[in-house]
């Protein structure tokens, strides 16, 4: 499959950059493709683009899979992987991918239908896993992540065709207002962000620590925080943020000496399985974007 | 006046870091030099380091403050001066040092008895004008400031001999957790972190926008924080922080849009004036650490 000429998502064109309308809905389907979210909060993520479940998970539960990223951040095996992203300027791991597939522990957090059933029934339909990983943004030396919308990237560098996707995020630590909280702006899912500038091939490593391409304007983000505002995620252990794939967000830095970690995974629809890359860029490895397999869970 | 030899303040010398207890009350005199605060806050400024005073200023005051404040950021006599710093990698002028002498406005509320008759009960003496400036982190562009205690800088740069200091920081515009908040570490005030590494000589210009020098180590900074935890200072334009100058403090960098702007002025006591700077510095210039007058306000 090749996406229309006509893409409503262009991005990264010689053009200006510019506010487009989302196309698609926010809940897919009639938002009962199976029913685990009541009503207000199906209204609560279509209106804000995101959902913040407070105690979905036992802390006893987030200790042991946090004793078991810890344990494969210090794993030499797992180190020496393409998988295991270092901090920039430092030889910390700050983010493990496909931890899926390299944790059979962590794979069943993220098989676990209290999260899985809460995708189905936001994208409308089985979902498979495009992307997961564990990130531990380490103490004092953890470092800031610009604003930016994953689907702009998806959709450019992986060849998403539409926004069905659903990020879900697992805190594993206390998340305050000082170490480096998730961000997002409310409202801000309802419009695509076009970037300008195109991307180079294989920038994927890079793009990983250091933002280039993909970068929204100032006066668009400045437009969508006047609209929305800026909600920062602080929750204990075991609170869980599921965000539509175009809702942008941030993270400052930690300047804390505690770790913020948690557990990242991104459910796409069966329905809306990855086409050819924008630009004829190849596409990006397995562990950053899935391709070997669309099998529902 | 020559600092004593044994300095029980030594810092960036050869040796390893360490934490030093606290020579000095916090609170000096008896606390009732004047009579402005209540027992409760004194105490709770003696046991925190510091002390958020919710409007003190009424907003349409603080409004006029910030508008001269842009006009003196835009004004090309003002940005060519040695007291217009810049943000790093950007033209935007981030701070105006010595604004008490360039703006007759300011110079008055940094004059006004709401927030002198405070340093002095504090201080317990008449004080004067060690540092006055005008901060602006500007939104999305505001760079994180990383951990320090002001009195280690202005003890080993400044010669200024005892921890009987205070900073006040007026809040210009509303001080949200996404906007670069001040954070402080309650307690901290009450050990002297010796920090590693010797100073080269005029690194100052450097160093208002980089830190390299009198940097805590993280050992140090850890326990500190498990100590005391962290705190963020948020709150609405007119909010006014004291903080003594050993007090531990950081702010993150602003990915918001909004500019997070306040008044600064350090106050010290007339009983503390600067001394010769350590190792054989060479004073810093007049708009970082005035030595023309140590007169009372």
Known sequence: MILAATDPYASRTERDSAIV????PVVHGDGHYVD???EAQLQAYEQDGFLVLDGLFESREVDGWLAEIERLMHAPDIRAREEAIREKGSDAVRSIFRVHALSPMLARVMRDPRVTDIA???LGSEVYIHQSRANLKPGF??????????FETWHIEDGMPAMRAVSCSILLTENTA?????????GSHRQFVSCVGRTP?????DSLRRQE???????SLQLLAEQGGIRAVTGRPGTVVFFD?????????NLSPWPRANLFTVYNSVENRLATPRYGLAPRPEHVATRETFEPL
Chains 1, 2 share one sequence.
């Open 21 to 24: 309308m989302r196309q698609e």
């Open 36 to 38: 685990v979210l009541a």
């Open 120 to 122: 189905r029934q936001l």
């Open 141 to 150: 030396k953890g470092k800031e992540f610009y604003w930016h919308s994953d």
């Open 178 to 186: 000082c170490n480096g909280p998730l961000m997002l702006i409310p």
């Open 201 to 205: 091939d294989a920038h994927y490593k």
């Open 213 to 219: 391409y993909g970068v929204p304007d100032p006066i």
């Open 245 to 253: 794939c175009n809702t942008m967000h941030a993270s400052a830095g």
